[in-house]
């Protein structure tokens, strides 16, 4: 824990305030890294990159996940449905990237299937700056719903029976037995759910070193996580890089911090309903 987490935090914040390419000895430069990183249009680029993927994967990927558990629920057989979700969870996300990155190809399966579907010019996923971020996104779903699917499909099974009982005696149909009943209870998982899914957006980097060359065309998947490799390990300009790293950080914390502000209007738990 030390040498792997403390240790380079600590070393981060250090060279936050200095500049350093990792051969010479370090120098003090204070605000500067920041001042720079602040007013860096490739920095801007990646932030808003980053939260256009939390803003598109986290609601869209809970929301299919609930979906899912919520189908996978009635079905008494559905170890092979659960496998075949989890698999791409478990499965390296360098081989996930590599296999779309080649059905996103201009000639690529998806790309075919499209054209023929609609009649209309095959897309270019990975060159076109207005779909980059789209492959992105869909890739990030696919290979996380898996996960909140066995997490929401646990909460659904572990809600009392004498509470739907008692609802559905009470008149309630399919929608309102749902929507007023089961998703409240559901609710602080789907909340835990929400959070982990957003830090992990905030953290995207495999996906788009891999599916996407040099951060796609004009930069369109450029992530604040890639922007940090490239100014560390690409440039090495140490100094900018963990900069970049703590505003990362920052922007983590405030994101979670409303997070759980807003949890307290919308979560509902056992205790409190008794």
Not at 54 to 72: D, E, K, N, Q
Not at 92 to 119: E, H
Not at 125 to 144: E, F, G, K, N, Y
Not at 152 to 177: K, M, W, Y
Request: aromatic residues 12%; hydrophobic residues 55%; proline residues 5%.
């Amino acid at each position: 824990m030390a040498l792997f987490v403390v240790l380079p935090f600590v070393a981060s914040i250090v060279l936050a305030f200095a500049q350093w390419d990792g051969l010479t000895a370090p120098s003090w430069v204070g605000l500067d890294n920041f001042r720079a990183e602040l007013s860096d249009p490739l920095f801007g680029r990646s932030i808003v990159n980053t939260l256009l993927i939390s803003v598109i994967t986290v609601p869209i990927g809970l929301g299919l996940a609930v979906v899912l558990a919520v189908a996978l629920e009635r079905l008494r057989t559905r170890t092979l449905y659960l496998v075949l979700f989890f698999a791409p969870v478990v499965t390296s996300s360098v081989a996930v990237a590599m296999i779309w990155q080649q059905l996103f190809r201009k000639d690529g399966v998806l790309s075919g299937l499209i054209s023929t579907v609609f009649r209309v010019p095959p897309p270019d996923w990975l060159q076109d700056p207005h779909l980059a971020l789209i492959a992105v996104c869909i890739v990030t779903i696919w290979s996380s719903v898996g996960l909140n699917v066995i997490i929401f499909l646990a909460g659904l099974q572990n809600i009392s029976p004498t509470v739907i009982e008692a609802a559905r005696l009470d008149g309630a149909g399919a929608f309102a037995l749902f929507f007023r009943v089961r998703l409240p209870l559901l609710s602080p998982i789907v909340f835990f759910s929400t959070v982990i899914a957003f830090i992990s957006s905030l953290q995207t980097f495999d996906t788009v070193f891999i599916l996407t060359a040099n951060a796609g065309p004009d930069n369109a998947t450029r992530t604040i996580v890639y922007h940090i490799y490239d100014l560390g390990f690409g440039k090495f300009q140490f100094g900018p890089a963990s900069a970049a790293s703590i505003i990362l950080l920052v922007i983590t914390l405030v994101i979670t911090g409303i997070q759980f502000t807003a949890q307290k209007r919308f979560v509902h738990y056992e205790d409190d309903a008794a």
